[in-house]
T-cell receptor, first 111, second 121 residues
Framework: NAGVTQTPKFRVLKTGQSMTLLCAQD?????MYWYRQDPGMGLRLIHY???????AKGEVPDGYNVSRLKKQNFLLGLESAAPSQTSVYFC??????????FGPGTRLTVL | AQKITQTQPGMFVQEKEAVTLDCTYD???????LFWYKQPSSGEMIFLIY??????QNATEGRYSLNFQKARKSANLVISASQLGDSAMYFC??????????????????FGKGTKLSVKP
């Protein structure tokens, strides 16, 4: 039982490049989330999903897109990376509206 | 408006002593949940403890307890018998039951900015 995993763990992008972050969970959770964490800040919600095939915007959705084609996977995409998107990205999942369990994080740097 | 406030950017505690990390929250909902997460220097977010707004007793999990004072809207984390491994960032978070979070659904967490706890040997 791996819990929540994230791929990749680290990534460096140039401004304007695109990339996709993959989150996978093996707990059969319905809800999945993407957060970003910046220095001196708590986590801020980017997008979330309440089930396979559904997505919704969180607090800071601009510049990101998501997809949940399979229940166990939640993808976060950056179409045209900007330096302001340099951050640590966390994925989380929960059965429903209960405790969220987090992945190990992805450290992204945009030059 | 900030809904979770952690007023202590940093705290020091002597090993084996107890420490209280403060958290106050703001909500108009009657039904909500409060969470504490630990983030060690390795970066992962570890769930510690949960308190529901209707729970009559304070939550406890091993050395962690949550001092829930509903009227004061506070949900302080108490760590007893501190250990060196407790040195980490600690985040308080709230989940509201209403449907107004970003126009979305229930379940979304709102985090405070965290408290950095350092345990001294």
């Amino acid at each position: 039982n791996a819990g929540v995993t994230q791929t990749p763990k680290f990534r460096v992008l140039k401004t304007g490049q695109s990339m996709t972050l993959l989150c996978a969970q093996d707990m059969n959770h319905e809800y999945m989330y993407w957060y970003r964490q910046d220095p001196g800040m708590g986590l801020r919600l980017i997008h979330y999903s309440v089930g396979e095939g559904t997505t919704a915007k969180g607090e800071v959705p601009d510049g990101y897109n998501v997809s949940r084609l399979k229940k166990q996977n939640f993808l976060l995409g950056l179409e045209s990376a900007a330096p302001s998107q340099t951050s640590v990205y966390f994925c989380a999942s929960s059965l429903f509206t209960d405790t969220q369990y987090f992945g190990p994080g992805t450290r992204l740097t945009v030059l | 408006a900030q809904k979770i406030t952690q007023t202590q950017p940093g705290m020091f505690v002597q090993e084996k002593e107890a420490v209280t990390l403060d958290c106050t929250y703001d909500t108009s909902d009657q039904s909500y949940g409060l969470f504490w997460y630990k983030q060690p220097s390795s970066g992962e977010m570890i769930f510690l403890i949960y308190q529901g707004s209707y729970d009559e007793q304070n939550a406890t999990e091993g050395r962690y307890s949550l001092n829930f004072q509903k009227a004061r809207k506070s949900a302080n984390l108490v760590i007893s018998a501190s250990q060196l491994g407790d040195s980490a960032m600690y985040f308080c978070a709230m989940r509201e039951a209403g449907l107004k979070n970003y126009g979305g659904s229930q379940g979304n967490l709102i985090f405070g900015k965290g408290t950095k706890l350092s345990v001294k040997p």
